[in-house]
């Protein structure tokens, strides 16, 4: 990732470009104008990813062009090979970061090979064992979206995350085994190290009620990772209110139009708004400041004009005693805090003061 104070943002073309590598292009550029970090398609072969009789989910059915099966809507939306070095290439002309989620391992491999710094598993695949255990093997970075799951579940993910890491690429793992390597001190390491894990919730668009950005803290305290926010919500809110509760990636959807056909671009964001979302996560990264409770540099110079100093309520002669009568709390510039007026009761005054004359001990 960045720095430790930087949100790493994606910007989720994923299937956006509708099959088309002119659309494709124009995304890398949206999303480099809008200051996301990377870029993410996905890297898929239909026939490997559904079977024939596999039916589009509920919001992949506004999509009605491909009819009513996953793998004719899929097929459009393939990228070839061919495609994915081309794009590959485009985004490094444009200086943001590739990335593209593998959905089998073959489609791992090409990526790797490619030259991808990071994978980006999605929720769909939490539970895959072996495309969790290759995708380890790698020894790169691993961005593990988690929804649909049950924390038991990502503890299993992590676990073959945490093997696939720590054991020789011969050594093939059990769910078992590999849950008995969650507390050893090598493991945790490896996977602070290397994973991100994101909470999300695999709806299109996710309503507001269901986002459950708390899901975070709980997994925070769980693993010992960076957790981050896969957002399918509509607008940019929940977004910025991730970045304020800790999240250190963040995942949204780009469309260049969300009235355009296909399953995503109704939870997606146009160019404009995408922008906004970056200029706000980099105002709220802003805003999180350093944690300590300390005055601020712009605060100094308004401090002896907000603060109360103790003044004389009246005129008090010299040899005088200091009463609640004659003391007062007003702004008067910096002098003696009001914190110590009761340290002045009952002392004489070494002076003569005048009425609103800051007092000395």
Same mark, same amino acid.
């Given at each position: ?12 073309? @994923?299937?956006?470009?509708?099959g088309?590598? @002119? ?5 890398? *550029?949206?999303?480099?104008?809008? @200051? ?24 992949q +059915? ?10 004719a809507?899929l ?12 794009l ?64 038991k579940?990502?503890?299993d993910?992590?676990?073959? +995350? ?5 054991? /020789? ?27 991100? +894990? ?10 507001f ?18 957790? @981050?926010?896969? *957002? ?28 355009? /056909?296909?399953? *995503? ?18 105002a ?7 944690g300590?409770k300390? /005055? ?18 009246? /005129? ?10 004659? +003391? ?27 009425? *609103? ?5």
């Open positions: 990732m960045k720095n430790r104070n930087s949100t790493y943002i994606i910007a989720e073309a @994923g299937v956006n470009h509708n088309s590598l @002119g659309l494709a292009k124009r995304l890398i *550029d949206e999303a480099k104008k809008a @200051g996301a970090d990377a870029v993410k398609f996905q890297t898929f072969h239909a026939e490997d990813l559904v079977t024939e009789a596999t039916p589009k989910a509920a919001y +059915l506004r999509d009605r062009k491909s009819g009513m099966m996953q793998l809507m097929k459009r939306l393939e990228l070839s090979g061919r495609d994915h070095k081309m590959y290439r485009y985004a490094q002309k444009r200086k943001i970061e590739f990335l593209s989620t593998p959905f089998d391992i073959q489609s791992l491999d090409f990526l790797v090979k490619l030259g991808i710094k990071k994978i980006k598993i999605s929720s769909g695949d939490l539970t895959n064992g072996p495309l969790l255990l290759a995708a380890a093997r790698t020894r790169l970075p691993v961005v593990l979206s988690t929804g649909m799951s049950t924390i579940e990502i503890e993910a992590f676990a073959v +995350l945490a093997f696939g890491y720590s054991r /020789p690429r011969a050594e093939m793992p059990t769910l078992a085994k590999a849950r008995g390597l969650l507390q050893g001190r090598e493991s945790k390491a490896l996977l602070f190290r290397n994973v991100s +894990l994101l909470h999300c919730t695999t709806e299109y668009p996710a309503p009620s269901e986002v459950n950005l708390r899901a975070m803290d709980a997994m925070r305290e769980r693993f010992c990772c960076r957790i @981050g926010f896969s *957002d399918h919500s509509e607008g940019i809110v929940a977004s910025i209110a991730a970045v304020g509760r800790g999240a250190v990636v963040i995942e949204k959807h780009l469309t260049l139009g969300r009235n355009m /056909p296909g399953p *995503d671009h109704r939870a997606s964001l146009e160019p404009a708004e995408f922008a906004a979302l970056v200029r706000g996560i980099r709220v990264e802003a805003m999180l400041g350093s300590e300390e /005055p601020t540099k712009s605060e100094m110079k308004n401090i002896p004009v907000a603060r109360k100093s103790l003044v004389a309520a009246r /005129p008090i002669l010299r040899g005088e005693f200091f009463t609640d009568k004659n +003391l007062a709390s007003r702004r008067a510039g910096k002098g003696l805090s009001p914190m110590r007026f009761w340290d002045m009761l009952g002392k004489r005054a070494k002076q003569n003061y005048k009425t *609103d004359q800051k007092v000395r001990l």
